[in-house]
Nanobody
Framework: VQLQASGGGLVQAGGSLRLSCAAS????????MGWFRQAPGQERKFVAT????????YYADSVKGRFTVSRDNAKNTVYLQMNNLKPEDTAVYYC?????????????????WGQGTQVTVSS
């Protein structure tokens, strides 16, 4: 399985970015996907997750109401729309694929990880 994340960049506070993660190697629609992030000097943390069908999602409290996770199973891609970005959102963002179809915020339940994409929010 390969996961390729893209879409990161530098944005001012209050701005928006959309991250994409293209998956290959196994049937994408069978598996839940997640987004995690890691700021400098900090542990990697959960951001958002979506179940296999895209009908169920779950967010960290810190991004709820600002970020939206979605997926297009026909394109084998998961997205993270990030609005009203804050400087504290600055981190490397990673997409990950779970070992099952149910959404999950537990990092250790994810089998495969992308390479990460940098998001920097300036104040």
């Amino acid at each position: 399985v390969q996961l390729q994340a893209s879409g990161g960049g530098l944005v001012q506070a209050g701005g928006s970015l959309r991250l994409s993660c293209a998956a290959s190697g196994r049937t994408f629609s069978n598996y839940a996907m997640g987004w995690f992030r890691q700021a400098p000097g900090q542990e990697r943390k959960f951001v958002a997750t979506i179940n296999w069908s895209g009908e169920l999602t779950y967010y960290a409290d810190s991004v709820k109401g600002r970020f939206t996770v979605s997926r297009d199973n026909a394109k084998n891609t998961v997205y993270l729309q990030m609005n009203n970005l804050k400087p504290e959102d600055t981190a490397v963002y990673y997409c990950a694929q779970r070992s099952g179809g149910a959404y999950d915020f537990t990092m250790t339940h994810y089998e495969y990880w992308g390479q990460g994409t940098q998001v920097t929010v300036s104040s």
